[in-house]
């Protein structure tokens, strides 16, 4: 199902999902974001996907908008408000709203839209060499695909400021102090180390990590006591969840849960 750009292997309960043009360092065509919706959605439906694992083709994550696509050499300039509409604003709700953790292995450099469709992922596991860019403004535009979102909650809004406006590189290790990303590992192990961890996700109570990150959006834009009526709501969906009688069953009966995503 997916096209020439994106590529999607399934393999015990990951979906591998590859950004793969890596001659532009994976830069974004509108071909490319479209088949990234249509995988994304794919695995949202599928239930043998317990777990996503996003990552890049070659020396790059992903480069943001493939620049010569946006400024085409002959005919009128494309509204890029247009573009941010069909491209990258439906791949953010999709992450968002997939009821699966979602863990990006940025194994390389992430600028613009690639910096912030990491940055929309659940877990990012950086390789050392990975760096972060907002490089928005060095062509003279504003930070999307949810940058102005989720880059002032994860780093404060004078850091987000500086990060967006200087357009400096960040560092995977500094990426981490920031919190920006949960671990950094040598690249040659990157691989290995965000499959297992997309592993071990894919076997734990699926739908309880789903309401998890339910929950988590919502916090993000909310007050204390709504979010405590929401957490009520969430968690008697999870109680009536098998899952959650499995673990109960297995901590008392002291053995490994055996969870089925349901
Ligand atoms: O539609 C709209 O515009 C609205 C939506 C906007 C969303 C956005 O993402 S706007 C931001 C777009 N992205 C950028 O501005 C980043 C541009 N790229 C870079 O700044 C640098 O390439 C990097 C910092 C990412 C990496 O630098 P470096 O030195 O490691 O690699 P390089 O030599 O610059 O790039 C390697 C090749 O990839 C090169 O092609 P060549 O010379 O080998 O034929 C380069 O042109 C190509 N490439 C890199 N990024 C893009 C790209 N080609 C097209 N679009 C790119 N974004």
Do not use: W
Not at 14 to 26: F, K, M, S
């Amino acid at each position: 199902m997916p096209g020439p750009f994106i590529s999607s292997t399934l393999s015990e309960g990951v979906a591998t999902i590859t950004l793969d043009r890596p001659d532009v360092l994976n830069a974004f065509n509108q071909a490319m974001a479209a088949e990234l919706q249509l995988t994304l959605g794919a695995v949202a439906r599928d239930p043998a996907v317990r777990a996503i694992l996003l990552t890049g083709n070659g020396r790059a994550f992903c480069a943001g908008q493939d620049l010569a696509e946006a400024v085409p050499a002959g005919g009128p300039a494309p509204d890029l408000g247009d573009i941010v509409h069909a491209s990258y604003n439906p791949i953010i709700r999709l992450i968002r709203g997939i009821e699966k953790p979602v863990v990006c292995a940025v194994n390389g450099v992430a600028a613009g839209a690639g910096a912030n469709l990491a940055l929309a992922c659940d877990i990012l596991i950086a390789a050392e060499e990975a760096s972060f860019i907002q490089s928005f403004s060095r062509i003279g535009l504003i930070p999307d695909t949810g940058g102005t979102f989720f880059l002032p909650r994860l780093v404060g809004l004078h850091r987000a400021t500086a990060m967006m406006m200087l357009a400096e590189k960040i560092t995977a290790p500094r990426a981490k102090e920031l919190g920006l990303v949960y671990e950094v590992v040598p690249h040659s192990v990157l691989h290995e180390t965000a499959f297992s961890l997309a592993r071990s996700l894919a076997a734990q109570a699926t739908r309880g990590l789903g309401l998890t990150k339910r929950a988590l959006n919502r916090s993000l834009g909310t007050d204390l006591d709504t979010q405590l009526e929401f957490e009520e709501e969430l968690q008697r969906e999870a109680g009536k969840t098998h899952d959650y009688h499995e673990g109960v069953r297995a901590f008392l009966d002291k053995r490994k849960p055996n969870f089925t995503g349901q």
